[in-house]
């Protein structure tokens, strides 16, 4: 996710913008750029990397008399960390900024290259500025070629346009991103991705609502929404303190993170989901060419999903599969074959056992991949291939919502390799594929349901340690749960296949021996049920989460329940993360910075 900001006023636009795209870094930082129109003419600066690189590069550009400005902070999605494909991009006399993903991009290029439009970058955005210009040229007036034009986006967009056919004026729309506008005493307005940029500055704000489209300009706001008809703004009063402003009224980024996976995963599924395929533009297909078998490598969480993913791709993709954490991995002298695809996975791609391993699968000549959080990371910028996750900046150390789009996109490129490779039928995939369009759904938090978690979580403050345990994929799930609690509430938690228990570990069933048991009720259910009532019956203290009813658990947290295990799955992720979040907040940790921890771990 990007950060956008705009200024229609008189004081210094620079700074104000600059200002605004600071308090926006945390949604991503590979590149930056403003541009300002003022006395009909426009000066426009980019700069990669973090925004002190933009600030080093204008320190002598200065701003004094009324000006109209937008300002961009990127989170790559297409096309890599470049100034080229830095926004704001530029037609002939306009400038746009944007924060989505264009679904349709490809065929409206295709065209505007078609009747001779030059494009200089390989983003999406682009095109937004080309089309309007294009439109300009045949409409009535230009608020006409700005409507016609976000008439023909598809996919999720907060976009704001500046143009010197009307250099008073930012026009703005908002499908699927966040975008408000702020207004105060002298008339100035204030355009930015989230509320935090505009404390101080303005006194309320208009926050838009998806389909909302329109204009403003020094003395009006007019919007235009979703059914065409003009509508009044809808000011209030701007929250106060900024840094809780950046969680958004969540008490942590962790808490805010989970709840914001359901729309991380719509921006990780956008434009690579067709109705009988998933489509990686990124891929060449002869990365799968001669491919016997696939090796993933990563740490921690990261690890947790690349085990995940060797059940999605022997069970759909048929190819063998095994999985490797990265810091055993790098002294084992392992075997490596030219016919093995190695893959890394790693949210931050600088993890130094990750990034090692990777350099050895490069040395020994295997073709790599990486699944990756950020662009231009140096996982991203050594692996022939790369699928960016899109979760956005992830602040709480205690990975989640990556930890979800990494298996996400497994899901996807276990189909996509099953496609490649005939191991699915068209219909199975294109099933499979309406079930990857529910996961948004599966992971929206249920307030009903964090709530009793909250209230569950009390019992669970002490004992001699928990077992997470889990079937089949359920087992990586496990894993990730135990190992979220174990990193913020600091109790002791291991993740166990359920089938492994009466091989030793149940010698420590108790009552203070704490059982979390996934009992998905489409995979192995009775099987995993009858695994759990061993320990019952040992009167270890079982906490069940399912769908289906369990009576000889002590807690028992009911999911919804989908008709497809990787659906609970994703469901049953979320009850783990906010169990381990409220007994951590219950033991007064800090959740999001635990102690002895940090968010990438650069040395071995
Ligand atoms: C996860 O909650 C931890 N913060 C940690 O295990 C993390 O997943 C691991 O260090 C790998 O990091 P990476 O995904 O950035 O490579």
Redesign the pocket.
Known sequence: MCGIVGYIGGKNTKEILLNGLKELEYRGYDSAGIAILSEGSFNSFKAVGKLVNLEEKIKDFTTEKFAVGIGHTRWATHGKPTELNAHPHLGESSYVVHNGIIENYAALKKELVDEGVTFLSQTDTEVIVHLFEKNLKSATDVFAAFRQTITQLEGAYAILLATKSKPDTIFFAKQGSPLLVGINAEDEKYFASSDTPLIGQCESVNYFEDGDFGYVTPSEIVIYGTNGKQKQPHLSKLATNKLSAQKDGYRFFMEKEIYEQSDVITDTLLGRLSEDAVVFEELSDDLFDGVNEIKLC????????ALSASYLFERYSKVRCCVEI?SEFRYREPIMNKDTLFI????????AD?LETLKMAKNAGLKTLAI???DNSS?VRLADATILTRAGVEK?????K??AT?VTIFWMLSLHVAKLRNTLKPQEITKQIELIRQIPASVKVDDAMHERIKRLSKRYLHGHGFFFIGRDIFFPLAL?GA??LK?ISYLHAEGYPSGEMKHGPIALADPELFTIALLPQNLLYEKSKSNVEELSARDSTICAISPLAFEKADDFIQTKGYDHYMLEFFEMMVVVQLLSLEVSIRLGNDVDMPRN?????TVE
């Not at 709480?396 to 989640?400: F, H, K, L, W």
Request: charged share 15%.
């Open positions: 990563a740490c921690g969480t990261s690890y947790h999903a990265a890394v996975i790693s949210q931050s791609g600088e993890t990750t990756c959080n950020v996982m709480g150390v205690a990975s989640t990556a930890f990494q990730e190992l979220k990193e921890l940090a968010k990438s771990v």
